[in-house]
């Protein structure tokens, strides 16, 4: 299924993989990929022993460098040394990704890890890293649930009623897609489609300001979104919330049900995000790492604070990570298949 763009932000994906090839090339590889071998001598019991590189691999200032820069001053304060976050935006995340996945396996750099890696793997055009060979997981962070809101005008109140509204015309109820064409809320509403029967007519977007924007303008009927990106506007009235994907409601909005809990019981999409280091990197360093991390994110005062963002804590072990990176991959390829999806 061909989706007529609104936004022209997914175009430049071939370029960015092809700058991003340029990239790994005059860095990663001048070290011969230093993180492709393990590092040798590098003791558990005396990590960190000097500063700690988190690389983000989106702009800074959204929810995401937000979790980052929490947990990166928490663990600065345990550790007794700098944790300082990088910024390396683009290509979908796949830049900063990259930057990890070739760097050197020593845990002095880490990655804020998430969908993206799925994502990324299902898109056209190579990447100059693999997922599954070249990262492995630290732990999960958290998990952002995705929000369904419409605007106010358009008279409904609860997930059902707008269920109903788009059955009763089908591919005329507008809704904006933030992350564009292959985005997690892109091939979430493919899902949706798929369980209610109906088609909504979907508008890609190059983010979530741009969409919310026409939302907020009357110009799209709805939008599905990151919680924490809409909690806001919801809680003053702006937007209203229907229902959340995830199997369980949000502290941030514990009156909006879940899509499970308004009708379609096998419903779920996750938007989480993690950390992450090079697949080179010894294993007590990820232990350790993944310690410290989990503490950090279950310190009452820390979780306090990601849940007002709208996060749900969600720490895990590293398998666990690397575990939803190959399930993601195989639950949204068959999605791109069953819906007809063209990627640009």
């Known amino acids: 299924m061909s989706i007529k763009q609104k936004w022209a932000g997914k175009r430049a994906w071939r370029t960015g993989v092809g700058l991003l090839a340029g990239v790994v090339l005059g860095a990663g590889l001048l070290s011969n990929f230093a993180g492709s071998a393990p590092v040798p001598g590098e003791d558990a019991n005396r990590y960190p022993n000097r500063p700690v590189k988190i690389i983000v691999p989106v702009s800074a200032g959204g929810s995401a460098d937000k979790l980052a820069r929490t947990v990166a001053q928490k663990l600065g304060e345990k550790w007794h040394q700098s944790v300082v976050v990088e910024n390396q935006p683009g290509a979908s995340s796949a830049i900063g990704n990259a930057a990890v996945a070739h760097a050197r396996g020593d845990g002095y750099t880490l990655l804020l890890s998430g969908d993206a890696l799925s994502l990324n793997a299902l898109q056209p055009g190579k990447l100059p890293y693999d997922p599954g060979k070249d990262l492995q997981g630290v732990t999960k962070a958290v998990v952002n649930p995705q929000l369904l809101v419409v605007r106010p005008g358009l008279g409904v109140k609860t997930f059902q009623e707008f269920v109903a509204l788009v059955k009763q015309r089908p591919g005329e109820i507008s809704l904006a897609l933030p992350g564009g064409t292959g985005s997690l809320q892109h091939l979430a509403v493919e899902l949706l489609n798929e369980r209610i029967g109906a088609k909504t007519n979907q508008i890609p977007y190059p983010g979530g300001g741009p969409a919310t924007l026409d939302v907020l303008g009357g110009h799209v009927d709805a939008m599905l979104i990151t919680l924490a990106a809409a909690t806001e506007n919801v809680r003053n009235g702006k937007l209203v919330a229907l229902a959340v994907t995830t199997p369980y409601r949000s502290k941030a909005l514990p ?90």
């Open 255 to 344: 009156d909006v049900p879940t899509i499970q809990e308004a009708g379609l019981p096998d419903y779920v999409v996750e938007s989480w995000q993690g950390f992450s280091v090079p697949a080179s990197t010894p294993r007590a360093i990820v232990d350790r790492i993944n310690h410290d991390v989990v503490a950090v994110l279950r310190d009452p005062e820390t979780a306090a604070l990601l849940e007002n963002l709208g996060f749900t804590i969600a720490a895990t072990s590293p398998e666990a990570v690397d575990q939803t990176v190959r399930d993601d991959i195989a639950t949204y390829r068959r999605v791109i298949a069953s819906a007809e999806v063209k990627l640009k």
